[in-house]
């Protein structure tokens, strides 16, 4: 142990590094176990016909359904087809088809999600978490030695930023690689300033390129904003001044070039999306109440993934960085404001905290910023949890470091922070102490105090003892790791479940029934959203934010209730649809025992896992029609909508002014798919007379039609689904997806990298400047450091515009929406009130209804009724001949016997118009958050409730005051409170 001891003395930085290794190795241990999977895909036997498998089974985390139905299925769906020698760029499998590659939750370019290319799954997964942990790990080190944070602070740091709450919920997701690279960014700008070289340059532009390629675009924007803000706040002082902004610039743009084979496919889809439009229409500013920050004290303060109560979900709630950082940060704001960086963590932290927890006027403001407001306000998280194990690293090293007369400030920072931390805390605990009982959590609300307390506590007395000098080397450090491990590995190592890998994603005997079943009679199906894509087969629903547009607007005309816009397309939506023949969904499962009636569908499978009825209605993937019609989108739909189109004798179509004139009608049209790759269909036809051939596949721009090797356009048909016009006689039709966006990307980025190697090799020639040391006085701001932040605005104005879409947005309500007071306690009154502003329009003259919706999660609600009572199904809460006479509503809040937290949406429309339909929606949603919380009643206990928060206020008295001693002893080595 003391030859360790000395090793980790003598190489600091050596020892932080394996130490990270080794934590995020044991983080994620049981995952390596032989048979066992990182993944949260037992949530699939919840479902049918996966849950005959295995009966009474209970997800180990149910809020990862995203990873369980979205991005583990597309990642073994991806690595199958690169198995088999197939780039995948379009996926044939969901949507009736939708690209692939330049969706980027694919992340198809990730290197950790290459892993999956060439090993087993299983380890794959395991170790791709394994290095997010480590990148978020060592690019947090790196940062703050950079910036001359000493060993024990960078190490401090690094482990607070690589297991927090954030990345550790998100760790299997697209957003975790994103979160993982942040402090990358900034460590490369800190190097490209001290090191003036191409080197830095070109190391930055990959990391820019990888932040891209990660997979979740919002991450990667705001990570390029907190970059650019770096750069600004470092470019004082820096060796060459401006010339450090243009190089910075230099290394972004090219950065961008590298991933423009990601980013242009990425842009051109994004065009196309449900979720881009419905944003462009309207998104709601989200936020956290307040009062939400109690969780970086104590993770599961509102329950876990099974029992939550609290605001949104566990997943957007959960900011943890241990509790070290939080101790330690008065120390870097009393004795390191002058130190790099420290300013720069301060007001990042601060920003991020103003749009997460809805700062009023700021938060919109920032929030609906051009391109950032495409983003979930909430996904800033991120940027406060680097800012805060940052300034936790500078705090712990300004205590290491300090000089004896700075002592005492730093101890009475230290304490007070403490007795904050504590006091606070307690408030909430007392506050919520009842609700928590109600809500029936696993570890309860008093015991997760005591272990904040605790730890808390002894983090600060070590921290007083380094300050009174009384540090104790190696041992002291060894403890202050210990600690604020504690606070952080419970949740890093038990919330991505593990299971036997031989239930990932396997087959029942239904499934096996509709593989036999579409080889013989080839058609679609209803599975379940994504999955089907598994197993070979084809599922025109899909769970997805990348929704393509025109295809949601064919199956659900009005538009879906989705509060961001980013809904997915249901089983249920498609089978509902007026195009459920059009779309060929030739068999649709069902959960055993349940009967499917209607014309055309019959009995075929009928097991104890699921039924499968087949539908003898559905069209043909692929097939003739005699005639065509030009219209325009709105009367498309509307025609569909009504099901007044027959598919079998005329198309639809867009985009076009007029159609040759009808020939002789035939009589003999035959169309048949020769050959069917993911990117390219050959179908051989044969008519007697001119036909429109109808392939019912997503229409997309790249996809390209030959007739008989003859370049022919295509055509959007019904809409959303791809048309050729043909003469008469035998065809050989082809269509092949070959987007322009991704030859164009895939050259700039070509181009891009014969760039950054020649400037990498040109480095390696020119010797190294020499760095100019930390601390000496820079010259002022210039002209050009204001240049480049003028140019940094004026990219995100363009970009924004852009992105920008035709179509106007929605007006606000001119209503006042108020629920009082806003946190409802049980037994208290509470009153719902509505009225109108006083604005008049000339819309507002007509009638309409208000509905008042209880939003749940992203996408559906449930209705109030005038009595008081939630529905499932729409129900006016009041009805006006015109919002300009609408009396002033007054209506008692109906408290039911449930706690937690509800968003509540006032929805105008038309008289006896779908409020779950966008479309219907005349003003954008006025939106009120409340809580509903318990009261310490003779059910809940009163007398225990009494005892236990006394016993709590106790043990706090005696921690605060334990603190307090410490802080004003001048001896500590003699001085026993100390010593405790």
């Not at 369980?68 to 769906?77: A, D, K």
């Not at 892993?115 to 080190?141: C, E, N, Q, R, S």
């Not at 599975?527 to 393509?548: E, H």
Request: with cysteine.
């Amino acid at each position: 142990m003391a030859g360790l001891s000395a090793w980790c003395r003598r190489r600091p930085d050596a020892a932080a590094v394996w130490a990270l290794v080794l934590l995020a190795l044991g983080s994620q241990a049981r995952a390596f176990l032989p048979g066992r999977v990182l993944s949260p895909a037992d949530a699939l036997f919840t479902a049918f016909p996966w849950k005959a498998l295995r009966p009474g089974s209970v997800a180990a985390n149910p809020v990862l359904t995203d990873v369980t139905f979205q991005i583990h299925p597309r990642l073994l769906h991806v690595a199958s087809e690169i198995s088999r020698g197939h780039f995948p760029l379009w996926s044939p499998d969901i949507f009736t088809g939708a690209p692939l590659f330049a969706n980027p939750n694919s992340a198809i370019l990730f290197p950790l999600n290459a892993l999956a290319y060439v090993l087993p799954i299983g380890l794959a997964l395991a170790l791709a978490a394994v290095l997010k942990l480590l990148t978020a790990g060592l690019g947090m080190h790196w940062l703050l030695r950079l910036l001359g944070v000493g060993p024990l602070g960078a190490f401090m740091g690094a482990a607070a930023f690589m297991l927090n709450g954030a990345l550790v919920v998100w760790l299997q997701n697209t957003v975790g690689g994103a979160i993982a690279l942040l402090p990358l960014l900034l460590a490369l700008g800190e190097w490209l300033r001290q090191r003036p070289g191409a080197g830095p340059v070109v190391a930055l532009a990959c990391a820019v390129a990888l932040e891209v390629f990660a997979g979740y675009p919002p991450i990667a924007l705001l990570g390029a904003l907190a970059a650019g803000l770096w750069a600004l706040a470092r470019a004082r002082g820096a060796p060459g001044g401006p010339r450090f902004l243009l190089r910075w610039a230099a290394a972004m743009g090219l950065g961008a070039a590298l991933a423009a084979v990601q980013l242009l496919p990425f842009l051109e889809y994004m065009r196309e999306s449900a979720i881009y439009a419905y944003r462009l229409e309207w998104k709601p500013v989200l936020a956290l109440p307040p009062r939400a920050a109690i969780v970086f004290l104590m993770p599961h303060y509102y329950g876990g993934p099974g029992d939550y109560w609290g605001p949104w979900n566990f997943n957007e709630i959960t900011t943890s960085v241990g509790l070290l950082p939080w101790v330690a940060l008065p120390a870097a704001l009393v004795g390191a404001w002058r130190r790099p960086g420290t300013g720069f963590f301060v007001a990042l932290g601060a920003l991020a905290a103003t749009v997460l927890y809805g700062v009023p006027v700021l938060a919109p403001g920032l929030a609906t910023l051009p391109l950032v407001s495409l983003a979930i306000s909430l996904r800033v998280a991120p940027l406060l949890v680097l800012a805060l194990c940052a300034l936790g690293g500078i705090g712990v090293d300004t205590i290491v470091s300090a000089a004896r007369g700075s002592r005492r400030a730093l101890r009475c920072a230290v304490a007070a922070g403490l007795v904050a931390l504590a006091l606070l805390a307690l408030a909430s605990v007392v506050d919520d102490y009842a609700t928590a009982v109600r809500a029936g959590m696993g570890v309860p609300l008093a015991l997760q105090y005591l272990a904040f307390l605790a730890l808390s506590t002894g983090l600060a007395l070590l921290l007083l003892r380094a300050l009174c000098g009384g540090l104790a080397g190696s041992r002291w450090a060894l403890a202050l790791v210990l600690l604020q491990l504690a606070s952080t590995l419970p949740l890093a190592m038990g919330y991505n479940p593990v299971m036997e890998e031989r239930w990932l994603y396997p087959s029942t005997p239904a499934i096996e029934h509709l593989k036999r079943e579409s080889a013989r009679d080839p058609g679609r199906v209803l599975l379940q959203a994504n999955l089907a894509m598994l197993y070979g087969l084809s599922d025109p629903s899909g769970y997805d934010g990348m929704t393509p547009r025109r295809l949601e607007r064919l199956v659900r005309p009005g538009g879906g209730l989705t509060l961001l816009g980013n809904g997915s397309l249901t089983v249920a939506d498609v089978w509902a649809s007026p195009v459920v023949d059009l779309l060929g969904v030739r068999r649709v499962l069902v959960p055993p025992g349940i009967a499917v009636a209607g014309p055309g569908y019959a009995l075929e499978y009928d097991g104890a896992d699921a039924r499968v009825y087949r539908n003898d209605r559905a069209l043909p993937r692929a097939f003739l029609v005699p005639s065509a019609r030009c219209v325009d989108d709105a009367t498309a739909l509307t025609l569909i909508a009504a099901r007044e189109v027959d598919f079998r004798q005329e198309v639809l179509l867009g985009g076009c002014e007029r159609v040759p004139e009808p020939g002789l009608p035939g009589h003999r049209r035959r169309a048949l798919i020769r050959r069917d790759e993911p990117s390219r269909v050959t179908i051989d036809t044969t008519a007697d007379a001119p036909a429109y051939l109808v392939l019912t596949d997503t229409w997309f721009p790249g996809w390209r039609a030959s007739v008989d090797g003859v370049a022919e356009p295509v055509l959007r048909a019904n809409h959303a689904l791809r048309a050729v016009r043909l003469g008469p006689g035998t065809h050989e039709v082809v269509f092949q997806y070959r987007p322009g966006s991704v030859m164009l990307g895939l050259g700039v980025s070509l181009a891009a990298g014969a760039a950054a190697v020649g400037l990498a090799v040109a480095s390696r020639r020119r010797p190294r400047r020499q760095t100019e040391p930390e601390g000496q006085p820079g010259p002022r701001r210039s002209r050009g450091d204001w240049a480049a932040l003028g140019l940094l605005v004026a990219a995100l104005v363009a970009g924004g515009a852009l992105l920008r879409s035709p179509g106007p947005a929605l007006p606000r309500a001119p209503l006042d929406f108020t629920l009082s007071p806003s946190t409802v306690r049980e037994g208290a009154p509470a009153v719902i009130r509505v009225q109108h502003r006083g604005e008049r329009s000339r819309e507002e003259r007509r009638p309409v209804d208000l509905y008042i919706a209880s939003l749940l999660g992203w996408e559906g609600a449930e209705f109030l009724t005038p009595e008081g009572a939630w529905s499932d199904r729409p129900v006016p809460f009041r009805r006006a001949q015109s919002l300009s006479g609408l009396a002033p509503i007054e209506a008692p809040w109906p408290w039911e016997r449930k706690v937690g937290s509800l968003r509540l949406a006032l929805i105008v429309v038309d008289a006896t118009a779908d409020p779950r339909r966008r479309s219907s929606w005349l003003f954008q949603p006025a939106l009120v958050a409340v809580d509903l919380k318990a009261s310490i009643t003779g059910d809940l206990g009163r007398a225990r409730a009494v005892a236990v928060l006394a016993m709590l206020g106790l043990v706090t008295l005696g921690a605060v005051l334990l603190v307090l001693r410490c802080s004003q002893a001048r001896a500590p080595l003699a001085d026993p409170a100390c010593d405790a």
